[in-house]
């Protein structure tokens, strides 16, 4: 199996830009879809953004189009996800996940799809 680690939360203002790291153990991240999910005080876990096997298609919630962007590097055996223009409605514990993938250009954006999880990083944005 896969142990997950994210990384990069941290505080800042509101229109700072942040980058989050993911990077997996005891397998290749090439072998799976790959999630970021986020988990707001008192909300629900929510879908952020996706990756296909080789990362050549990815897929975004709406409140984070055009100011996330999701990606691969599988020398380093390492997924991000860079945020730009943050908000306080961005505040949450940011979540990776891995899934087996039943296709080479699956995209899986339900939480319950995915295998693998790591611990989460706190990213609090400020007004």
């Known amino acids: 199996q896969v142990q997950l680690v994210e990384s990069g939360g941290g505080l800042v203002q509101a229109g700072d830009s942040l980058r989050l790291s993911c990077t997996a153990s005891?397998?290749?991240?090439?072998?799976?879809?790959m999630g970021w999910f986020r988990q707001g005080p008192g909300k629900e876990r929510d879908f952020v953004a996706t990756?296909?096997?080789?990362?050549?298609?990815?897929y975004y919630a709406d409140p984070v189009k055009g100011r996330f962007t999701v990606s691969r590097d599988n020398a380093k055996n390492t997924i991000y996800l860079q945020m730009s223009s943050l908000t306080p409605e961005d505040t949450a514990v940011y979540y990776c996940?891995?899934?087996?993938?039943?296709?080479?250009?699956?995209?899986?954006?339900?939480?319950?799809?995915?295998?693998?999880w790591g611990q989460g990083t706190q990213v609090t944005v400020s007004s």
């Open positions: 005891g397998g290749t991240l090439s072998s799976y879809v």
């Open positions: 990756i296909t096997l080789s990362g050549g298609d990815t």
């Open positions: 996940a891995a899934a087996f993938p039943p296709g080479l250009h699956t995209i899986i954006i339900t939480p319950k799809a995915y295998d693998y």
